[in-house]
Each structure stands twice: as structure tokens, then as C-alpha cells.
């Protein structure tokens, strides 16, 4: 569910700089595209995250289930 949140949330901000870009014009294409790509990168991360939690869940359940203590 956090990465289909996370994907959504970079497409909308992404809409809103593209927007910003067409209305202000081309002196804000720089840092708009700055930022976009710092938004793609930051769902990258937190995508990737993610998956290491999802991860790390299902190895301890897996040891917690051959070790009982």
C-alpha cells in the first residue's frame, strides 16, 4: 500500500511542477526539473525501503519459526 501511496504522491506532485512550469515559463524549468527529479528519487528510496522491511519481516518470522525459544 506505501508504494502505491508513494507512486501516486510523485505523479500529482509531479502534474503540479510540469503545471508551474507551463504557466511561469521556461526560467523555472530548471529547478522545477530539480525537483522533480529529487521527488522521483526520494519514491525510489522510500520504495526500496520499503521492500528491505518486507524483507527483514519475513526472515525474522522464518527464524522465530526454526528457533522457538
Do not use: Q
Request: contains cysteine; proline residues 4%; aromatic residues 8%.
Amino acid at each position: 500500500m506505501a508504494n502505491t501511496i508513494t507512486f501516486i504522491v510523485c505523479v500529482i506532485v509531479t502534474a503540479f511542477l510540469l503545471l508551474s512550469i507551463a504557466l511561469a515559463g521556461p526560467h523555472l524549468l530548471l529547478p522545477a526539473t530539480a525537483m522533480i527529479v529529487t521527488v522521483w528519487i526520494g519514491g525510489l528510496c522510500i520504495y526500496v525501503a520499503h521492500g528491505m522491511l518486507n524483507s527483514r519481516d519475513k526472515i525474522e518470522k522464518d527464524w522465530e519459526a526454526k528457533h522457538p525459544d
